[in-house]
């Protein structure tokens, strides 16, 4: 697995984001059967400031967030809850998956108001992402409901709570 990580705030760092990114994106690939050493994304680990900008720029939404994904190719599925279409490889034995970008800021506020570790909490939007970035969305309740259930099961399979779980 190719994965370019820029770090512009520093306490992404300290958590060990590169590793994160990777655990999360290897469990993702794993569980859709996508073969992770031919697969190659970016992450952006930033703060509120940057993520705000990038929100405003690309979705029009004047506020910070906590993870922002840009797909190399759109991939969603046609039919409400089916499966998007599995990732192609580029010709040269690469399969670009696209960019993620994540706020330290948000994500630390969400994890401690939630009562969850930051560790977690970021391995979750990581998952989260690395799954826009093959095509899933939470637009429509098919989709929504495929998309937390995988989420769900591979943090399991990452000893991580349901994220989605009223306790």
């Known amino acids: 697995m ?6 512009t705030d520093d306490r992404w760092e300290t958590l060990g984001l590169p590793a994160i990114a ?7 690939l794993a569980r859709l059967d996508i073969e992770p ?3 190659e994304l970016s992450i952006l680990g ?4 940057k993520i705000k900008e990038l929100n405003a720029d690309f979705r029009e939404k004047d506020k910070a967030t906590n993870v922002l994904s840009w797909p ?17 490889e580029d010709g040269f034995g690469a399969i670009e998956l696209g960019d993620i970008a994540i706020s330290y800021d ?19 939007l990581m998952v989260h992402g690395v799954l826009h970035l093959l095509g899933f969305d939470h ?7 495929l ?10 399979k990452m000893g991580i709570a349901d994220p989605y779980s009223e306790e």
Do not use: F, Q
Not at 22 to 28: K, M
């Open 2 to 7: 190719d994965i370019d990580i820029d770090i």
């Open 22 to 28: 990777e655990r999360a994106a290897i469990a993702v």
């Open 37 to 39: 050493d031919e697969c």
């Open 46 to 49: 930033c703060g509120d400031d």
């Open 72 to 88: 190399a190719d759109e991939r969603g599925a046609e039919v409400e809850g089916e499966l998007p279409e599995p990732p192609e």
């Open 106 to 124: 948000t994500c630390a506020r969400e994890a401690d108001e939630a009562g969850k570790s930051l560790e977690h909490h970021a391995t979750h």
């Open 139 to 145: 637009i429509r309740e098919g989709d929504a409901s």
């Open 147 to 156: 998309m937390e259930g995988l989420e769900t099961e591979i943090l399991g």
